[in-house]
C-alpha cells in the first residue's frame, strides 16, 4: 500500500502531465488568446482534476502537498525544456510562420486554425495598416504573434538616430 501523501504527489503529477499534454494537443494559439469559452473550460478542468488529484483527504497538508507536487514538477519540466530543446520543441512546438513579405502563409493558418480575421486583427494591433506591409509575422511558441514591417525598422532606426545623438 503506498503511503497517502506518495499518493498525492503521484496524482498531482500525473493530472499536471495529462493537461500539459491537453494543452499541447490544443495548439499554441489557445495560450495567449483565451475567450470567455477559454477561461471557463480552465476554470472547470481546474476544478474537475482537484479531486483526482488529492483523493479523498481534503486536509490542508494534502492540498499543500498537492500544491508543493505541481511547483516542483513544473520547475523541473521547465530545467528540462531549457537544457533540451528537441524536448522543448516536442512539449512546446515551434515558430510557425504566417506571413513573409506580405504574403499570407494559407497552409500555416489552417494547420494553426487561425482565421484571416485573425491574423488582420493582430496586425492592426501591432500599429500596421495591411498585411501587404507586413515583412514577417511568426506565430510563436508561447502563442504570441510577432509582426515585423519595415514602418517597424524605420521606425527603429529613427530611434537609434534620436539615441545616438543623446549618448554623443
Known amino acids: 500500500m503506498i ?18 499534454i491537453g494543452i499541447r494537443i490544443f495548439g499554441k494559439k489557445e495560450l495567449s488568446q483565451l475567450s470567455i469559452i477559454d477561461l471557463v473550460f480552465i476554470l472547470l478542468i481546474s476544478n474537475s482534476v482537484q479531486n483526482a488529484m488529492v483523493g479523498s483527504d481534503s486536509t490542508l497538508q494534502g492540498g499543500l502537498i498537492a500544491a508543493g507536487s505541481l511547483f ?12 533540451q530543446k528537441s524536448i522543448s520543441s516536442f512539449i512546446q ?19 494553426e486554425k487561425i482565421t484571416l480575421e485573425e491574423l488582420e486583427a493582430v496586425v492592426r494591433e501591432h500599429g500596421v495598416e495591411t498585411i501587404d506591409d507586413v515583412s514577417l509575422a511568426i506565430l510563436e511558441v508561447d502563442g504570441n504573434i510577432s509582426i515585423l514591417s519595415d514602418s517597424f525598422k524605420k ?4 530611434k537609434r538616430k534620436i539615441h545616438k545623438s543623446l549618448t554623443i
Not at 520547475?75 to 525544456?81: D, E, P, R, T
Request: hydrophobic share 50%.
Open 3 to 20: 503511503h497517502p501523501y506518495l499518493e498525492i504527489i503521484l496524482r498531482s503529477v500525473v493530472v499536471y502531465v495529462v493537461i500539459v
Open 93 to 111: 512546438g515551434d515558430p510557425v510562420m504566417l506571413i513573409l513579405h506580405g504574403n499570407v502563409i494559407e497552409k500555416n493558418l489552417q494547420r
Open 72 to 83: 516542483v514538477v513544473n520547475f523541473l519540466l521547465k530545467q528540462l525544456l531549457f537544457r
Open 155 to 158: 521606425h527603429t532606426k529613427r
